[in-house]
């Protein structure tokens, strides 16, 4: 009778030690995320959420999502409400395999940390490509000197025709310069003949 009363009496020991130990055992665990594990998006998601098995609490990069050849998306402010783990992204990247890497503090004080790999099947958005205004205002400005150019050429010989035709004509001084030629010769002649007589 004593032996089994020990017997019974070391039993229920056992399984009061048992399950005080086992919560003291188990540890947070991820219920679900957004993205899910293995998902393939259509678009690119602006936020992370991840849901876990108690309340936990997150330290300073509990979040990052890294792509393909090791692009980093920007993780902005991560905010705890009870299990539930939220982070504002900007995606960025080609369409390939992302992921989800992330690392919290459960009930216990244990760190706790995962990955929750993902699909993009478009691209997340690229950084806008820096362009140089220097070829296209030579390339401008090129067209802009020959035209000015050419209007002062073609301006140059119309002036100097306008000169010319407001002028007096070359034919003009050749004739004066002959009449006046022959005014003299004949002044001339008079002054050198003799005056005759008369009668």
Partial sequence: MFVRRMSA????SATALLSTAVPALAHTELKGSNPAKDAALAAPPTQIQLTFSETVQVEPGAISVAGPGGEQWTVG???VAAEVVTA???????AGQYTISWRVISADGDPVSGKIPFTLTVAAGTPT???TSAPPTTSSSAPQQSASAVATATAT???QQSEDSGGIPTWLWIVGAVVLAGLGVFVGLRAGKPNTPKA
């Fill in 9 to 12: 009496a070391l039993l229920l």
């Fill in 157 to 159: 010989p119309a002036s």
């Fill in 77 to 79: 402010q991560v905010t």
């Fill in 129 to 131: 490509p820096t362009t």
């Fill in 88 to 94: 504002p992204v900007t995606p960025v990247g080609p």
